[in-house]
């Protein structure tokens, strides 16, 4: 809830605009017009940064390239793929896949488990009413469905309200046992936080990042998309401020 309310009205890139632009209506109702100008130009400036310039990238990288992705061991005993928020409003609607962060959570799961039939697939979404969690196990499984998994064969584990309980709750489902080695599947972006959990919960883990919103190095201006990098400002943001949470709640360490 802290990690929620913090960078999406606290210090949210985008909310930072709206408040600055704000303050300038207000300091132009009272006559303050050098607070007014002042104000509005520092709300363009920012506005124009976060759109046009590579933030994004400066944010997300030092994130990304903390876990690269490993040798693929020799031998895999389970496989845990976060929740990147199913578009469950359109599956519902549409009873086809819509937009969403964990389509590419999903392929890279699912690519690790036909390269090892024999591990345990545990997929970790988000609690919600009855009729949403069973929209989101039916999007989920088509999904996996569609790249080769055989239906039944993913654990569903949809208790959880953050990525916290995402782990904790996978790990009472599964019980590994010493020596077992699992893979923990999620955003590039995310593994730095979920893997300072794991290690909190004593859950060795070999981590297998996928989709990516940086390069492995550079990044010029956003010409032809640039409401993309405020966006993706927005999630590196996410990001770096729920490690904080994390760490000082005592949640995950370092």
Known sequence: MITFVLTRYLLDPAAWVFYLMLASLIAGHYKRMAWHRGLLGGATVLLFALLFLPIDQILARPLENTYPRPPLPAHVDGIVVLDGSVNVRIFASRHVQGQNQSTLRILAGADLAKRYPGAKL?????????????????????????????????????????????????????????????????????????????????????????????????????????????????????????????????????
């Open 122 to 254: 545990v997929y970790s979404g988000e609690n919600g009413g009855a009729r949403q969690r069973a929209i989101e196990h039916q999007a989920v499984e088509t999904m996996f469905a569609a790249m080769g998994i055989a239906p039944g064969r993913t654990i569903f584990e949809r208790t959880s309200r953050d990525t916290g309980e995402n782990l904790a709750n996978s790990l009472k489902i599964v019980r590994p046992r010493p020596g077992e080695t699992w893979m923990l599947v999620t955003s590039a972006i995310h593994m730095p936080r979920a893997m300072a959990i794991a290690r909190k919960l004593g859950w060795t883990m070999v981590p297998w990042p996928s989709d990516y919103i940086s390069t492995a190095s550079g990044g010029g201006l956003h010409v032809a998309f640039p409401s993309e990098g405020l966006v993706e400002v927005d999630r590196a943001l996410h990001e770096w401020i729920g490690i904080a949470v994390y760490r000082l709640t005592g949640r995950a360490v370092g």
